[in-house]
C-alpha cells in the first residue's frame, strides 16, 4: 500500500534555530501533499498544500515566511520552520493524495526550547 | 480553518461493548473518511465512502455516508482494548482544492 515516510519523528532545538522537516512517497509519486499541525488534545489544522514544481497554498493566518515548503520532487516535500519560538512547538504530520484516500506520516513531535 | 462536529468527544467504555460516533457538517462533502489516531502517530485510515448513503465496513468497523451528505456515523462492535485511541472523520469536496476538513475528535478508551 502507499507509504509515506516523514522525519525526524521528534526534534528538539533552540529557540531561533530553524528545522526541516521531510515528508516522502515511498512507493508511489505524489504531485500535492499537505502539512498539518496539531497541538495537544486538539484535531488536525491544515497548514498548507505543497504542489510539485511550484510554490506551496497557505491556509489563512499560516505565516509562508516562516513555514518554508519545498516540493522540488514527486516523492519529496520538506517543511522548515525558520526562526523556530516556543509557541511553534506542535506536532507537524504531512500526508499525500493516494488512490485509497490521504496517506499521513507518522508525524514530527518539535519542541522549541 | 473549518472543523467538523464530531460526537462525542470521548468515551469510556468496556472490552465488549459496541461503540458508535458521528460526524456531522454545515458543508456537503462527496468523501468521508475515517482515521484513527494512536498517541503519538500520525492518523491511519480505517474507512473511505464515497457515495451518499453507502455503508461500508472493515472487520469489526462499520461506516456510513449521509444520505445530505452532512454527515457521517462510525460504528466499531465487540470494542478490545487496542481500539483505544482517538478517532477522526474528515470530510472531502473534490475540486480545485481537495482539501480535508477534520473532526473535533472523539477519544475512546476501553476498561477491561
Known amino acids: 500500500g502507499a507509504v509515506v515516510s516523514q522525519h525526524p519523528s521528534w526534534v528538539i532545538c533552540k529557540s531561533g534555530t530553524s528545522v526541516k522537516i521531510e515528508c516522502r512517497s515511498l512507493?508511489?509519486?505524489?504531485?500535492?501533499m499537505f502539512w498539518y499541525r496539531q497541538f495537544p488534545k486538539q484535531s488536525l489544522m491544515l497548514m498548507a498544500t505543497s504542489n510539485e514544481g511550484s510554490k506551496a497554498t497557505y491556509e489563512q493566518g499560516v505565516e509562508k515566511d516562516k513555514f518554508l515548503i519545498n516540493h522540488a520532487s514527486l516523492t519529496l516535500s520538506t517543511l522548515t520552520v525558520t526562526s523556530a519560538h516556543p509557541e511553534d512547538s506542535s506536532f507537524y504530520i504531512c500526508?499525500?493524495?493516494?488512490?485509497?484516500?490521504?496517506?499521513f506520516g507518522s508525524g514530527t513531535r518539535l519542541t522549541v526550547v | 480553518g473549518q472543523q467538523l462536529n464530531q460526537s462525542p468527544q470521548s468515551m469510556f467504555i468496556q472490552e465488549g461493548e459496541d461503540v458508535s460516533m458521528n460526524c456531522t457538517s454545515s458543508s456537503i462533502f462527496n468523501t468521508w473518511l475515517w482515521y484513527k489516531q494512536d498517541p503519538g502517530e500520525g492518523p491511519v485510515l480505517l474507512i473511505a465512502?464515497?457515495?451518499?448513503?453507502e455503508l461500508t465496513s472493515n472487520g469489526r468497523l462499520t461506516a456510513q455516508f449521509g444520505i445530505t451528505r452532512k454527515d457521517s456515523f462510525l460504528n466499531i462492535s465487540a470494542s478490545i482494548p487496542s481500539d483505544v485511541g482517538i478517532y477522526f472523520c474528515?470530510?472531502?469536496?473534490?475540486?480545485?482544492?481537495?482539501?480535508?476538513?477534520f473532526g473535533t475528535g472523539t477519544r475512546l478508551q476501553v476498561t477491561l
Open positions: 512507493d508511489f509519486q505524489a504531485t500535492t
Open positions: 500526508s499525500a493524495s493516494t488512490d485509497v484516500g490521504y496517506t
Open positions: 465512502l464515497y457515495k451518499a448513503g
Open positions: 474528515a470530510g472531502l469536496f473534490t475540486g480545485t482544492a481537495s482539501k480535508l476538513t
